[in-house]
């Protein structure tokens, strides 16, 4: 199910999607889809149906680069995705990639994360 686009006089939601390894932003960019930890899914489901847009910053850990942006594309759903080859995650998501490229958190150094403590976006 797709979020109505665009919800008017909602806010827009944005998160750091941290990923242990390059492969599972591979897949998810082939596939369109992605899949987290079962403790992120009541924030990602309850910014997709309480916000006009979702959108999902990837970053693979240790990389000190941004992967690119994309834009949640549904709620999570409860079936599961071998893709990943672990048990650790919980439900599949559909993602529209908006831009695939490496940047380099310097280039965002300039946004600070009000929701934590004003740290930098990274």
Known sequence: SKSPSPRQNMP???FIMESKN???IDISQQKGIWS???SNERKLNGAFWESSMVYLI??????????GFGR????IRCDKSQDWGSADFGGVFKVDWIRKESIPFHFAHHLLNTSNDNKKVQ
């Open 36 to 38: 987290t930890t079962p």
């Open 22 to 24: 390059l492969q599972s």
């Open 12 to 14: 827009v939601r944005y």
């Open 58 to 67: 990837f970053s693979v850990q240790g990389s000190g680069h941004f992967q």
């Open 72 to 75: 949640m594309d549904s709620a």
